[in-house]
């Protein structure tokens, strides 16, 4: 009697699923035929990273140059490069908080006064990018955020190695550039 | 010469031809109509639009299917056997032509007047399991050899009780004619069978179901545990034919539990072809309803079901059949 009731209540339940999927049939289809529509909602999309302008300056990036995102990227695909105001060359990485050195860290303190450094390549090689968020999220200076390119397409590898600095040069240049609200 | 041309044309060999003839171009078309519908079917199930961009509505999509199909090359997977790896799809196809020549698809419209019809279609469907075993054995490949021996235990399995359903209305109406059978259903849809014979057709349809190896009951090409089953080493046509073969003989379990059970032609109004068709795809349409709602189930489920299910409530039925009709008739 107790598999008697059992195989009803599998009955009935192969009905219910037969009901949804039935009714599912029935609706509108919920898809976008992209090359024709495109989506609306592309707010919280993760694209490639791309840098943040200084709201004074659009065209120069927040970036301090202290190199935290080039050496958490676990896939290695951020490179940044930078020279010294006055001229020189060199000057490593810089620890970001005084006094707290790291082991094995071969940062230097900052200077007491203006970086002095300026920014000379920021490079993404975003074939390699898993898209992790980590340089985002543990950017001291919020100079790095996901962009919307939903639409990347390329024929070659050299397509996805992408100049940032140059990129933000462009946005910054283009009429209606976007104010980044951090 | 009129009169000739007639004799000719009425002559049971000529009939026969020409039959077959209209039966093959029959199972190609449908085929492809059926690729396009249960993609389709699929398609708005997961409220997705399905082929969309070959053809409008995709309607062309099954074309450039076939073509893709028919141009690839043919693989010979190493240490198989020649000969029953190119036999299994073969013998796949070979015998689908014959299922439909008994089956009425009108008052006049049956290619062979048989009075043993249902139990050609059964036979010769049955030779199915053999292509299936072919191609698994013929591979060399364990996948296929494990989706080989899936489907004929569960073929010999599901055989039985989806022949003592049938039986159950072949002993009420007395005939294994489905012309016979089609007609002792006249007289509107409360004469149908699958009134009179409700467990019979719910039994019929269940085995149907997992006779033509369609999920929920698809184990011999289960994707997720035996790559492809059976036919995993099976490339262009070799697959097609597979594939074809699949769908034509869902079409003929249909078509036979449409004349068993839902007045084959019988309907008002429409020419009686039109009557057969419709109920023929409306069982295929719910065979795909279940194929895109039902997860697979278990080995040990499938053959459960069978041998403590269907088996039983079969063999009670066509015991009760039997016992009414002698104390009625």
């Keep these: 009697m107790a598999s008697l009731g059992a195989t009803l209540k599998g009955i009935l339940s192969l009905l219910v699923g037969l009901r949804i999927t039935g009714k599912e049939f029935l609706r509108p289809t919920l898809t976008t035929h992209y090359p024709r529509k495109e989506v609306a909602n592309l707010a919280s999309f993760r694209g490639h990273i791309d840098l943040v302008g200084r709201d004074d300056a659009p065209a120069v990036p927040r970036c301090i140059m202290c190199g935290r995102c080039m050496e958490l990227c676990p896939s290695g695909c951020i490179s940044l490069g930078w020279r010294l105001e006055d001229g020189g060359t060199g000057g490593g990485p810089l620890l970001l908080a005084p006094g707290l050195p790291l082991k094995g860290s071969t940062r230097r303190e900052p200077p007491a006064g203006p970086l002095g450094r300026e920014l000379v390549h920021f490079r993404l090689s975003y074939t390699y990018c898993s898209l992790c968020g980590l340089c985002v999220q543990n950017c001291p200076a919020g100079a790095l955020e996901f962009s919307r390119e939903a639409y990347l397409a390329g024929t070659a590898r050299g397509d996805f190695q992408f100049d940032l600095l140059a990129r933000l040069r462009t946005r910054a240049a283009a009429p209606g550039a976007r104010a980044h609200a951090a | ?329």
């Design chain 2, 1 to 329: 010469m009129t009169d000739l041309l007639l004799a000719i044309l009425a002559h049971p060999a000529v009939r026969l031809v020409v039959a077959l003839l209209v039966v093959m171009a029959f199972v190609g078309a449908n085929g492809m109509g059926l690729v396009y519908l249960e993609r389709k079917v699929a398609g708005f199930i997961q409220r997705r639009p399905g082929p969309y961009e070959v053809g409008p509505q995709g309607l062309l999509q099954p074309v450039a299917d076939g073509l893709k199909l028919a141009t690839k090359q043919l693989v010979c997977p190493q240490g198989a056997d020649r000969l029953l790896f190119w036999l299994g799809p073969l013998l796949a196809m070979a015998p689908t032509a014959v299922c439909f020549l008994p089956i009425p698809f009108g008052p006049v419209l049956t290619g062979l007047e048989l009075d043993a019809g249902l139990v050609l279609i059964l036979a010769f469907a049955g030779l199915n399991v053999l292509a299936l075993c072919l191609a698994g054995w013929g591979s060399n490949n364990k996948f296929a050899l494990l989706g080989a021996a899936r489907a004929v235990s569960q073929s010999v399995a599901y055989e039985i009780p989806l022949l003592l359903a049938a039986l159950a209305v072949v002993l009420q109406e007395g005939s294994l004619n489905l012309s016979t059978l089609a007609a002792g259903q006249a007289g509107g849809v409360l004469s149908w069978n699958v009134f009179r014979q409700p467990v019979a057709f719910l039994v019929f349809f269940i085995a149907a179901v997992a006779e033509t190896n369609r999920a929920p009951f698809d184990l011999p090409e289960a994707e997720s545990e035996l790559t492809a089953g059976f036919h995993t080493e099976y490339s262009g046509m070799g697959f097609g034919l597979f594939f074809v073969a699949e769908y034509t003989y869902m079409t003929v379990v249909c078509a036979v539990a449409a004349t068993l059970f839902l007045g084959a032609w019988q309907g008002p109004f429409l020419p009686g072809v039109w009557w057969m068709l419709a109920k023929v795809y409306g069982l295929l349409l719910v065979m795909m309803w279940f194929r895109w709602t039902f997860p697979r189930v278990r080995f040990d489920q499938l053959l459960n079901l069978c041998w403590k299910g269907l088996l039983p409530i079969s063999l009670a039925n066509l015991a009760a059949t039997a016992v009414i009709l002698k104390l009625v008739g």
